[in-house]
């Protein structure tokens, strides 16, 4: 018997993979492998584990379709980016509306890939905050140091600088109502294999919500989802995901296989 302590929320980013065909065959085996794995079946009917998935935007609908009704209520789609303002020209942009009615619940925003390669700043990442409040859909707000920042000992100044500007025009009831999901995700760590040691994630994951309730007031209790993201895989899942102060975690290359997903699953549900 499998004692599961905390709701655990395991997102897949599927960056810009998986086209139609390819996430039509994903969830074939997805949900082919959910059918006979009881554990995470009753975890997730019991709302003690939530999945996402973030296709491609092209993908969106598809992932939608197939996930099976029983699981609709903990098994969701995002998108991986949204444009703040509402419509116009903004040529090759999604607006977060268009998300909503697509029935995407989260968006992630300010991941580091849009930040370092497509120069999204932390104001714009704050109006994009904004919007998905504003229309009701939740944002996965990413947050963390580059590999330099870090060697400068400036991670803290960083992330507090990236979360302070990220909340700085929410309401602090929005934020105890989980209407954001925080990620920390450092840099260095996405893509790369290597990634944070379990003691230092809490650290940071723990040191964000000081940085919450310092500024906005927030709860410190358990009212803000936070997960680690950066190269997390089936073996190192368990002690990310074990620490106080971690809720989850955003997965990219592990969350494109049916496998390696279903190997951190099975990990965190102390299922190995
Ligand atoms: C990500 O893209 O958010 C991510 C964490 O990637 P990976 O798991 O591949 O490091």
Request: charged share 25%.
């Amino acid at each position: 018997m499998v004692l599961i302590l905390k709701k655990i929320y395991l997102f897949g980013n599927w960056k810009m993979n998986h086209g139609l065909s390819r996430t039509d065959n994903f969830f074939k085996e997805f949900n082919n492998r959910l059918v006979s794995n009881q554990l995470a079946g009753n975890a997730l009917k019991q709302h003690l584990l939530e999945l996402a998935f973030f296709p491609p935007y092209v993908s969106v609908l598809n992932a939608l379709g197939e996930i099976a009704s029983e699981y609709k209520d903990s098994i969701f789609v995002g998108a991986q980016n949204a444009h703040q303002e509402d419509q116009g020209a903004y040529t090759g942009e999604i607006s977060i509306e268009m998300l909503k009615e697509l029935g995407c619940k989260y968006v992630i925003i300010g991941h580091s890939e849009r930040r370092h390669i497509f120069g999204e700043t932390n104001p714009v990442i704050s109006a994009k905050i904004e919007k998905c409040i504003e229309k009701d859909i939740i944002p996965v707000l990413c947050y963390g140091e580059t590999l330099k920042e870090k060697e400068d000992g400036l991670t803290i100044k960083v992330i507090e600088e990236q979360l302070k500007s990220a909340v700085d025009n929410i309401s602090t009831s929005d934020l105890n109502d989980k209407k954001i999901i925080f990620a920390y995700e450092p840099v260095w760590a996405i893509g790369t294999g290597l990634s944070a040691t379990p003691l230092d994630a809490e650290n940071i994951c723990r040191t964000t919500r000081d940085i919450l309730k310092d500024t906005k007031g927030s709860s410190m209790s358990r009212d803000q989802i936070i997960l680690y993201g950066g190269s997390v895989k089936e073996g190192n899942a368990k002690d990310l995901i074990n620490q106080e102060n971690i809720d989850g975690a955003l997965i990219g290359g592990a969350s494109l296989k049916v496998d390696s997903f279903f190997g951190i699953i099975n990990s965190c549900l102390g299922q190995d």
